[in-house]
């Protein structure tokens, strides 16, 4: 178990740029999560892979973010002309499929994300 | 909408000490899991105890165990002999599906030496 990585740490980019973040969940994982947390708060839910099939999606998840998982492994979460209020930490999460139960996420580090 | 309530921002306990922190929720579901997860500073969310909402008998791990009222929705985590380890944002969540998990705001946990 190498545990869920996220790539970059940290990401400081200027208002209206594009920006992408990866995760790599832990390899026996079919179910990848990105959730979005501000200082204070606890994570909110952003979208929901099933292998590579996206299964559920936030409307906090505007048109300007897009997340895909092609193969079924790694995933990305894009982000399109961003604003100061996407600032955030992106937090990637991964879990088993096991049939009739709910197995607890396992987090990365997050991508920590400051726009100015 | 299900929604999970965290009533206290901050807590503080002595080392060696006992606290509990509060979680409430709100769902029409009768089957759904309960989460409480622990998130040190600048370090990765893990899991600390789980619970089955069909199951009556209380979670326990260890030095964590739970109060589970399913009526009341209540879901409160008590933590024994208190460790400086033990300082972090503790986060309560819900979880009706495989899908979302809907989270608390925390509640920041202070050990005092």
């Known amino acids: 178990d190498t545990g869920v990585s996220q790539d970059p740490r940290h990401k400081i980019t200027k208002r209206g740029q594009n920006v992408t973040f990866r995760c790599d969940p832990i390899?026996?994982?079919?179910?990848l999560y990105w959730y979005r947390q501000t200082l204070g708060q606890g994570p909110e839910f952003l979208t929901y892979f099933q292998n590579e099939a996206q299964l559920e999606k936030s409307r906090l998840l505007s048109d300007r973010f897009s997340a895909e998982r092609p193969k079924g492994s790694f995933s990305t979460l894009e982000i399109q002309r961003t604003e100061q209020g996407d600032s955030a930490m992106y937090l990637c999460?991964?879990?088993?499929?096991?049939?009739?139960?709910?197995?607890?996420?396992?987090f990365g580090n997050g991508t920590r994300l400051t726009v100015t | 909408a299900q929604t999970v309530t965290q009533s206290q921002p901050e807590m503080s306990v002595q080392e060696a000490e006992t606290v509990t922190l509060s979680c409430t929720y709100d769902t029409s579901e009768s089957d759904y899991y309960l989460f409480w997860y622990k998130q040190p500073p600048s370090r990765q969310m893990i899991l600390v105890i789980r619970?089955?909402?069909?199951?009556?008998q209380n979670a326990t791990e260890n030095r964590f165990s739970v109060n589970f009222q399913k009526a009341a929705k209540s879901f409160s985590l008590k933590i024994s002999d208190s460790q400086l380890g033990d300082a972090a944002m503790y986060f309560c969540a819900y979880c009706h599906n495989a899908g979302k998990s809907t989270f608390g705001d925390g509640t920041t946990l202070t050990v005092k030496p």
């Open positions: 619970q089955e909402a069909y199951k009556q």
């Open positions: 999460a991964s879990s088993p499929s096991v049939q009739g139960y709910n197995s607890p996420l396992h």
């Open positions: 390899s026996e994982h079919n179910r």
